[in-house]
């Protein structure tokens, strides 16, 4: 039978098993919205920009492990798409997006909304498509939802000029896909992986970093195995967070520029680092040359592009991280004998005393709520039950580090890009995933209104996320390194009077809205913000001072930290340097 | 260092930007460049001339393979090859240079490929050390238009390094 190319369209993403498509019509895909009109298995989600489509797409993909599925229209509506792909695609995070494209025959001159998607997203894709003739249709559909979910993941984006969607012809879907330029290698080389288990076995004073490959791959379970059994500690990357109970004895928390002292510290002394699905990301590594100078790195990730990038490593294994972790542990348990309860006992002992110095601490006594004491009043209010997104800058630090992450797929936060505006759609697609979940966006006063106009998608969809901002008033990271390294000077950074009345904001779009400005009432505006079933916007306003530490100024080595002032110990606070 | 690197692509619209535009926005240098079909229409096969330390090198081949339309890359460098270019140079040589023109084109195993009552242009092919050097000999006899191909390399049979 002859179908047109918006109904194999439908028909194709069924048989992906997408139920949820996050979109915003316009002129070039209205075959397709036509359809959808009555369509009952499958459900489009209207956002209020296609910005924030992508994102929610992202959060639903990155709470369910399934790809998240965009539409949108040509031109602008596509253009609007290109960060939320930039951000998904810096994550490793599955995304298949429609664009909406000119018909065929207008291609190339410049047509009403015409705009070279293809083009411009080519760096930020894992691959994508112009489908030019409808035959080739369900075959590239298959191929980009095989290519976004498999070796290392990632966006595809796919563009449908107007007369592709709107002719006809014979249905045809692929049984299988065989792209013979695209062969992710997923078992790791069982001699390297021995190699690794001797160096376990040997190493005096190991550390796992734990990176979203992790979690992309599923080895929570085995990695856990791995750092119990061989009795070794983990700190786990912003994107590995959940990947490794932030609760678990052996845990050390986040590394990197705003880590914790303990987890950098033992990076820097260790001298074996297990580096499991992460890729040695700037913000992790602090001065590369200043790296974990005495270690050994052993470095497990499926894409071979990450392994010697930016650190030389001495045992490379490409593979799944949890096809290699299967079997690290079963020669670990099998072939090497080891008293692991005894070789450790003084790393862990040294790193238990490092924990004692300085831990994560503020100051707990003021009365001006503190965003650290927000975070962990969420903490503790939802046991940690829930999925927290989060925007970019302070807050998204603070929740990292107050915020125990014990499971997979619990933070879903822009680490790669950055984002400022991910956290909110990212919630609704993730309440759109879980709708029983309890969802928290850690939102900051600026990135929020990047975008707040997502409210709408919320009350409309009945989706109850909720949004926690941190109100500073500033854009507080930056704000930050203008107080450390700029002398002050707040160029731009100050929003105050400027900042909107979130709760209003929240009223008229019919969600609900509360405020707290004292820390007295912080728990009850949170204990009756998580109660709503409705959207709810809470906005605590927190003392605009505060500053995210430990810090590791850009381009110092990752145990040159800086410490809270007030806190200062036994370590002299390292003399500031300026930065780029 | 200089590599010569070959590349089998899927022979695709767009495939080009692809892979050019790893290497700007990754800032790799190309130093030449040339694709063209192989014996199988659906595939091309690049080759790029690119200088960097073997980190970068290790990086551009394996960023090259990560690319869906890339089937297959080979570091020509790392192995026993041919490589050859081919210029196109017009020369308006002064009368008394005309035969010094022609020698050398001879002695280069070249070819003329046009003349008029001015100029001759010369076709010649050889690795970039015989280019430059025959570039060199006629430069003083008046270079009026000079084209230069990418690099083309393949393999020797049978011998590695
Ligand atoms: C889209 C975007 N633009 C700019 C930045 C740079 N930036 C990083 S953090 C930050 C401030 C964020 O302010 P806010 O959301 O209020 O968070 P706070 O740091 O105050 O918690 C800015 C501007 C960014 N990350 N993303
Ligand atoms: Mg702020």
Known sequence: MKLSGAEILLKCLKREGVKHIFGYPGGVVLNIFDLLHEDKELKLILTRHEQGAVHAADGYARATGKPGVVLVTSGPGATNTVTGIATASMDSIPLVVFCGQVPTALIGNDAF????????????TKHNYLVKDIKDLGRIIKESFYVATTGRPGPVLIDLPKDVTGSKTEFGWPDKVDIRSYNPTYQGNEWMIKQAAHAIAKAKKPVIIAGGGVILSGGAKELKELAEYTNVPVTMTLMGLGAFPGTHKLSLGMPGMHGTYFANKSIQESDLLIAVGMRFDDRVTGKISGFAPQAKIVHIDIDPTSIRK????????????????????????ADVKEQWKEIRKAWLKQIQTWKMDRPLVYDETSDVIKPQYVVEKIYELTKGDAIVTTEVGQNQMWAAQFFKFDKPRTLLTSGGLGTMGYGFPAAIGAQLAFPNKLVIDIAGDGSIQMNIQELATAVINRLPVKVAILNNRYLGMVRQWQELFYQGRYAHTRLDETVPDFVKIAEAYNAVGLRATKKSEVETVLKEGLKVKKPVIMDFVVDWKEKVFPMVPAGAAIDEMLFPEEKKKKKPVKKLKAVK | M????????????????????????????????????????????MTIVTVGDDRIIEQITKQLNKLVDVIKVVDMTESDHVEREMVLIKVAPRSEDKAEVLRLTEIFRGRVVDSSQKTYTIEITGDDKKIDAIVDLLKPMGIKEFVRSGKIAIAREGIKK
Do not use: M, W
Request: glycine share 8%; proline share 4%.
């Open chain 1, 113 to 124: 909304q015409e705009a070279d998607i293809v083009g411009i997203t080519r760096p930020c």
């Open chain 2, 2 to 45: 200089k590599h010569t690197i070959s590349i089998l692509v899927e022979n695709k619209f767009g495939v080009l930007s692809r892979i050019s535009g790893l290497f700007s926005g990754r800032g790799y240098n190309i130093e030449s460049l040339s694709v063209g079909e192989t014996i199988d229409p659906q595939i091309s096969i």
């Open chain 1, 310 to 333: 930016n650190v030389h490593v001495d045992i490379p294994i490409v593979g799944d991280v949890k096809r290699v972790l299967v079997i690290l542990n079963k020669i670990l348990k």
